[in-house]
Structure formats: structure tokens, C-alpha cells
Nanobody, 122 residues
Framework: QVQLAESGGGLVQAGGSLRLSCVVS??????VGWFRQAPGKEREFVAAVSRSGWQTRYTDSVKGRFTISRDNTKNTVNLQINSLKSEDTAVYFC?????????????????WGQGTQVTVSS
């Protein structure tokens, strides 16, 4: 069974950067997405990358600031987050699935990590 483990979250000042990582066992078989959930809000799509890594997708609010990438040789998907804003504060989750109907829909993914907290101070 595929396992996912996120890391890299933390407390950072507005304008700063973080790099989140997600280790996915058997990564080459899976498309991967990043989602986030702020207190009292629904889980929302952030970014996704195809199995090959050639296709990526971002939610509008993070375009130009977040970059998703993958290294299948290291079973790792990274989410580089720059120019952090207070509204980026959330728990960030990575998710994986062999078949994706829609990258932005959480139910498209059948494996989830435990999440990593990102807190942005203003």
C-alpha cells in the first residue's frame, strides 16, 4: 500500500519561503496533488503534477509563487512556496492516485498524508 509522508512545514514571516516535501512510496505510478486546509475552512486544491512531471496545475491564488516538482528517482514531490502570505496559513496535505479524474477534486485521490502545518506571521 502506498505511503505518503509530508515534511517541511513551519513558522515563517510573510514574504518568506518554505519547501514542502512529500515522500511517496512507488511514486512513478502516481499523480500527486497538494491541498491545504485552514481552520474552519474546507480542504482546497493547491497544485498537482502528473505522473511524468510534464503537466502541472495550480490554483489561481498561488500561481507565480508556488512551484510543484517531482523526482521519481527519490520518490519525492516538492512544493516550493515563495512570497508567503498570511492567507497561506494552513495544514498542507499531499495526496496520490494512479488515476486522476480531476486534479482539483479531493475525492480523486485515494491516498493521503498526515499533513504538515504552515504558519505565516505578518
Amino acid at each position: 500500500q502506498v505511503q505518503l509522508a509530508e515534511s517541511g512545514g513551519g513558522l515563517v514571516q510573510a514574504g518568506g519561503s518554505l519547501r514542502l516535501s512529500c515522500v511517496v512510496s512507488g511514486l512513478s505510478l502516481y499523480a500527486v496533488g497538494w491541498f491545504r486546509q485552514a481552520p474552519g475552512k474546507e480542504r482546497e486544491f493547491v497544485a498537482a503534477v502528473s505522473r511524468s512531471g510534464w503537466q502541472t496545475r495550480y490554483t489561481d491564488s498561488v500561481k507565480g509563487r508556488f512551484t510543484i516538482s517531482r523526482d521519481n528517482t527519490k520518490n519525492t514531490v516538492n512544493l516550493q512556496i515563495n512570497s508567503l502570505k498570511s492567507e497561506d496559513t494552513a495544514v498542507y496535505f499531499c495526496a496520490a492516485s494512479r488515476v486522476i479524474r480531476s486534479e482539483i477534486v479531493p475525492t480523486s485521490y485515494d491516498r493521503w498524508g498526515q499533513g504538515t502545518q504552515v504558519t505565516v506571521s505578518s
